[in-house]
């Protein structure tokens, strides 16, 4: 019982770490659990991204309803998003499930890297101003969920770090709108990964509990900071992290 309440309380500041960041962010916060739970709880590589999906449903749940209140969630754009998503959500966990715990950490640390660095090149690579159609901007949301869908489920990450800088980027979507857009459009992919990651026995349920109820904590709590944060500084502070957590797992 005493081991019970012990892996409950790390998965709760886990849970509130990466809840707190993802809703500051608009992201699930698996970038910040998956390296926590394979550090501190010494799970396997595939056991913390099924276990990171479960935590991220909450998070998205939360974090979306607190962006709503400021008014900034598109949901057309998210209900694009997250159908596409689902579709190819239990592919991604499946393809996850097929790779060596070596490959997982590598896949992992380079494509949060890469996703970091693309949304801090906004501003000055990406200097450009997009108007699309209405053919541009969905064929961009369907595009974006379905690649979005298959690296949740991979990742275990709710999918956020590819959303925002695909909507800020190619649609020219505010910040704060692609932020909290995103954490809803998640929340159907998240579900379809972590029950994938689930029936593949991902899932350690033993931190479950502590680690949602942290998520939905500390998403709300950085959901509600985020609209007090300029918007150049929500994408240094994803970035930053991003990079870092990356160079860290590739050592």
Do not use: C
């Given at each position: 019982?005493?081991?019970?309440?012990?892996?409950?309380?790390?998965?709760?500041?886990?849970?509130?770490?990466?809840?707190?960041?993802?809703?500051?962010?608009?992201?699930?916060?698996?970038?910040?659990?998956?390296?926590?739970?394979?550090?501190?709880?010494?799970?396997?590589?595939?056991?913390?991204?099924?276990?990171?999906?479960?935590?991220?449903?909450?998070?998205?749940?939360?974090?979306?309803?607190?962006?709503?209140?400021?008014?900034?969630?598109?949901?057309?754009?998210?209900?694009?998003?997250?159908?596409?998503?689902?579709?190819?959500?239990?592919?991604?966990?499946?393809?996850?499930?097929?790779?060596?715990?070596?490959?997982?950490?590598?896949?992992?640390?380079?494509?949060?890297?890469?996703?970091?660095?693309?949304?801090?090149?906004?501003?000055?690579?990406?200097?450009?101003?997009?108007?699309?159609?209405?053919?541009?901007?969905?064929?961009?949301?369907?595009?974006?969920?379905?690649?979005?869908?298959?690296?949740?489920?991979?990742?275990?990450?709710?999918?956020?770090?590819?959303?925002?800088?695909?909507?800020?980027?190619?649609?020219?979507?505010?910040?704060?709108?692609?932020?909290?857009?995103?954490?809803?459009?998640?929340?159907?992919?998240?579900?379809?990964?972590?029950?994938?990651?689930?029936?593949?026995?991902?899932?350690?349920?033993?931190?479950?509990?502590?680690?949602?109820?942290?998520?939905?904590?500390?998403?709300?709590?950085?959901a509600s900071l985020a609209h007090t944060i300029p918007e150049f500084y929500l994408r240094g502070i994803f970035a930053i992290a991003g990079i870092w957590m990356g160079i860290k797992y590739l050592k």
């Amino acid at each position: 019982m005493a081991n019970f309440w012990a892996d409950q309380s790390k998965g709760l500041l886990i849970g509130l770490s990466g809840g707190f960041f993802g809703g500051l962010a608009g992201l699930g916060g698996g970038i910040i659990m998956i390296p926590l739970m394979y550090w501190a709880m010494r799970l396997t590589q595939h056991q913390a991204h099924g276990t990171s999906l479960t935590a991220i449903i909450f998070t998205s749940l939360i974090g979306s309803i607190a962006y709503f209140r400021h008014g900034s969630v598109d949901f057309t754009a998210a209900l694009v998003l997250a159908a596409s998503a689902m579709v190819t959500a239990r592919l991604g966990a499946l393809y996850a499930h097929s790779l060596t715990e070596k490959k997982l950490m590598r896949a992992f640390a380079w494509f949060v890297i890469f996703i970091s660095l693309l949304l801090l090149s906004k501003g000055t690579i990406f200097n450009i101003s997009f108007q699309p159609g209405p053919f541009v901007y969905y064929l961009t949301l369907i595009i974006t969920g379905i690649f979005t869908g298959f690296l949740t489920g991979m990742m275990g990450v709710g999918g956020g770090s590819l959303m925002i800088p695909s909507l800020v980027i190619f649609i020219g979507m505010p910040q704060h709108m692609a932020q909290g857009t995103s954490l809803l459009a998640m929340l159907p992919g998240s579900a379809v990964g972590a029950f994938t990651h689930y029936r593949l026995g991902n899932v350690v349920k033993t931190i479950a509990l502590g680690l949602i109820f942290g998520a939905a904590a500390g998403g709300y709590l950085g959901a509600s900071l985020a609209h007090t944060i300029p918007e150049f500084y929500l994408r240094g502070i994803f970035a930053i992290a991003g990079i870092w957590m990356g160079i860290k797992y590739l050592k």
